[in-house]
Structures are given as structure tokens and as C-alpha cells.
């Protein structure tokens, strides 16, 4: 069905940093498959790790235990909150599971408290369910959306989010650290604190949607750490698996027991295929120094995007995110923008573009300095040749 734009190449091949096309031509990926790619593509570790558990079993389903599953679990809960993990396929399936214990919790525990506080333009999903928490107009359409209270902030306006609470009395707060889809709008350290201490003071439950900006993305294994703050639920999906189909939440202390046997559950999850390639990501990252690899990359690549903001200000405005998961925005017209990623592409370069004039960047944690400076030159002749025009 036609329910995506695609650009006009095929692809044949992926390795490394780069795509390769059926007509030959080669592409810098600094998009990686939506923020899934974090350590490019066909890395050996993870395609090593796809042959050994290839070889012992494919799917058992959750009448067994799940070795690579535990063995991942407790690697995400060592490296996080102290919990339990729930797995499932996708970020949408992510936010149901949230959605259905973060009720459960509501029911039993809360004190009368329900619904949730999201920002303004979040993304975290297009289930129904997920449909409800998503704030973009284009996202919610008229489907119908099941009756759960939601209440939209403005990002960042801490008064507004105290009101908010007090008045409304929401069981959880849901936040992306830095809003992916909405535009890569970060929440301001002070902000997610903020929002920690409220659920810890009003008795709410603080949940971190780490979908796009978590598995070391943003140089920490999750963008909420930055903050140094304890949130009571994570959600993940996209790198986790290491280009496979995986999602889950990791339930802090508060949530960690209130699903019973029957209570969720899907078939599929945890692939023991995508666990595996989980643990491979999750080694490489954090025992084999990729992610502060990924940190020296991304230090490269901000300074640069800088030096250009400053060469061009008529043309580049903020420059927003953290690590690996940036958005340039820029002051041209969306068909602008949107030529200038053709233009990328047929010079073997591929960008994203979010919110029309916002170019998404999501390179692999293994964009090398060399790599970073040819893109930037292109760019800049692109930049200069508008500069020329205006
Ligand atoms: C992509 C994304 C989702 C949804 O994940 P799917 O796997 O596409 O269902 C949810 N939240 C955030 C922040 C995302 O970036």
C-alpha cells in the first residue's frame, strides 16, 4: 500500500557506513533505517552473533525460557534502573505495554490518579493506543483514540508542567528525551528533573520514552542519563535489535510485579534471533568502547555543523540534539529542503528531513571524522550556492 514516500533508488547491499544501489552507486548512510543502524550496518560482531544463534534455534515462544532474552534483560536493567524488562516487536507495541501496566498501576496503586502528560508534537506511536499519546495532528487524523486522559504540554515550560499536575492529577508523565519525530527538540536537563521531581513529590510515575535517542545514540546509553535522574519506566525499541524487530519497557521497583501470567503477552517477542543481535549491540557499546567512539565521532561532527551555522546564519538556524541524533534547522521553504536531500542523494549522501525544514540527521556511531568533513563540504556548496542567489 501506499503509505510511505520513498526516494526514487533501490538497494542492494549495506555495509559499513554506506548503502549501495542496484545502479552501482554508492551512499554515505547518515540516516541509518530511522536511528535502528547505531553501529552501521553488517558490523561483524552483530552479523557473528546472527549466525551463532541462527544456528541453535529461530523461535520457541514463551513457554521456555529465552537465554538471549535474559541475558539482555539483565544487561539493560545493570545499565539502567533496577526492574524487570518486558519485551515485545516495535516502539508502538512498547507504548501498548506501558500504556496497559501504567493502568494497572492506576487501578491498584495510584490513589485515584489517571492519564498521562505528554508533550506538544511527541511521537510515541500509531497504534490506537499509541495514537492517543502521539501529538501531531498528522499522526492522530480522525482515527479513534480510546478514552484515556491525556493532557499536552509545551516542552520545557516548567510552570505550565507544574499546573498541569497539580490540577489534573495524571498518573505518568511520558516524555521522549528529545523529541525525534516532533522535530529533535531536546528537554532541557533542568526540565527532565523537573519532571522527576514532580512524579516523585506527587506520587506520578516518570516515563522515559527512549525509542529514537536510546542504545547510545545520544553518547549515553540512554538520553534521560545526561539528566541523572531515575525514571520508573523506559521505553525501547529501534537499535536494540541491531536491525531486527524489537521493543520493550524496563519496569522500575514501583512497576516491576503488577503484570501477572495472562496479563500481556504476544507471541513473537522476544525473537531470540533479535535478543541475541541485542547482546552483540549492547557489547560492542558498552565492554568495546563503541559508544565513546561514537562520542569523539559526534563531537567532530557538532563542531563542524557549527562552523557551518556560523558561515551561513541567512541559512542555518538552530542546531538541536545530542550525540548522534541531530536536527538542522534550517530558514529555507520545505521544497527547498526537500530538493536539497535529492541533490545529497544523487551525490551519495542520504539525510532525513522532519517537521519539512528540519534536516534529521542519524548517522551510525561509526561516522568517521573523513566521512563527516565530505558531507560538510557538500553541504557548504549547496549553502554557498543559496547564499549566491539570496
Ligand atoms: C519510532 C518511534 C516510536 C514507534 O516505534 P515503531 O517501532 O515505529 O512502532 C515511538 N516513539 C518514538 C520516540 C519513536 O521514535
Known sequence: MSTYNRLPI???????????????????????????????HSHPAVVQALHEQGEKFLHISNKFLNPPAIRLARRLVENSILGRVFFCNSGAEATEAALKLIHKWSLKQSGGKSGFVVMKKSFHG???????????????????QPEIPVWEVEPNDIEQLKAVCKRERPAAVLAEPILGSGGIRPLEESYLREIENLCREQGM??????????????????????????????????????????????AGETLSDLFRPGDHGTT??????????GCAVLE??????????????????????????????????EIRGRGMMIGLSTHRRAEEIEALQRELLAEGV???ITQQTVIR?????T????????????????FAKWKGKA
Open 10 to 40: 533501490a538497494i542492494t547491499e549495506a555495509r559499513g557506513n554506506y548503502l549501495y544501489d542496484t545502479e552501482g552507486n554508492t551512499y554515505l548512510d547518515l540516516f541509518t533505517g530511522l536511528a535502528v543502524n547505531i553501529l552501521g
Open 126 to 144: 500509531r497504534t490506537l493506543g499509541a495514537v492517543r499519546l502521539t501529538r501531531q495532528p498528522g499522526v492522530q487524523q480522525d482515527y479513534p
Open 205 to 250: 510515575l516518570c516515563c522515559m520514552d527512549e525509542i529514537q535517542s536510546g542504545v547510545g545514540r545520544t553518547g549515553q546509553l540512554f538520553a534521560y542519563q545526561h539528566a541523572g535522574i531515575q525514571p520508573d519506566l523506559i521505553l525501547f525499541a529501534k537499535g536494540i535489535g541491531g536491525g531486527l524487530p524489537l521493543g520493550g519497557i524496563i
Open 268 to 277: 513473537f517477542a522476544p525473537s531470540p534471533l533479535s535478543a541475541a543481535l
Open 284 to 317: 560492542e557499546l558498552l565492554d568495546r568502547g563503541q559508544m565513546e567512539q561514537g562520542r569523539n565521532h559526534a563531537a567532530h561532527l557538532w563542531e563542524r555543523l557549527r562552523s557551518l551555522r556560523e558561515k551561513y546564519p541567512e541559512t542555518v538556524g
Open 350 to 352: 542520504l539525510v532525513d
Open 361 to 365: 540527521l542519524l548517522p551510525p556511531l
Open 367 to 382: 561516522l568517521t571524522p573523513e566521512e563527516t568533513d565530505r558531507f560538510v563540504a557538500k553541504l557548504d556548496a549547496h
